[in-house]
């Protein structure tokens, strides 16, 4: 098993930054893919960006330009920095982690955490 911690969230104005992290404790060696998802009111949950150990990168096209995910692996944690903020980034992000290759067996997923932007 896998627990995942997150924090960082909060609120901010339209155009600032936020940086949200998620550590995972437990059996880590089985995940070899960490990322974001997030999901607004009344609407699905969607991926924000996800990082494999190696280090390679995806982005929705809706963050390109403006999140950075990066990772520790020496720490189990992964970093969402969030610059220029929309309105509509508002939502509850959620810390994934899972094995791209098993990801039946290997998938879990943190608490979330609240993000605010004001207009």
């Known amino acids: 098993q896998v627990q995942l911690v997150e924090s960082g969230g909060g609120l901010v104005q339209a155009g600032g930054s936020l940086r949200i992290s998620c550590a995972a404790s437990g059996s880590a060696s089985s995940i070899n893919v960490m990322g974001w998802y997030r999901q607004a009111p009344g609407k699905q949950r969607e991926l924000v960006a996800h990082?494999?150990?190696?280090?390679?990168?995806n982005y929705a096209d809706s963050v390109k330009g403006r999140f950075t995910i990066s990772r520790d692996n020496a720490k189990n944690t992964v970093y969402l920095q969030m610059n220029s903020l929309k309105p509509e980034d508002t939502a509850v992000y959620y810390c994934n982690a899972r094995n791209h290759y098993y990801p039946d067996l290997y998938n879990y997923w943190g608490q979330g955490t609240q993000v605010t932007v004001s207009s």
């Open positions: 990082i494999f150990s190696g280090g390679s990168t």
